[in-house]
């Protein structure tokens, strides 16, 4: 259920964005039109090890928020 309730978000919102790209013009598309390329050019896995970088307890999304809030 999981799974297939993800595959049709995901679906929903790539068709979505897909065509707002290519029938819209508007302000920054270029970079909207890369940007949707961006997860098939990057390997889940150094994702991955990205997001866990930055978000561990020494990363640097703790180190600022621990110094901006105490």
């Known amino acids: 259920m999981l799974s297939l ?15 707002l790209v290519a029938m819209h013009e508007f302000p920054g598309r270029r ?6 390329l961006l997860p098939l050019a990057i390997p889940a ?9 930055l978000l561990e307890y020494s990363g640097i999304v703790q180190s600022t928020m621990r110094a901006l809030f105490g």
């Open 5 to 19: 309730g993800v595959g049709i978000v995901v679906a929903a919102i790539g068709v979505d964005a897909g065509w």
């Open 31 to 36: 970079r909207f039109e890369w940007a949707l």
């Open 45 to 53: 896995y150094i994702t991955g090890y990205v997001y866990s970088e």
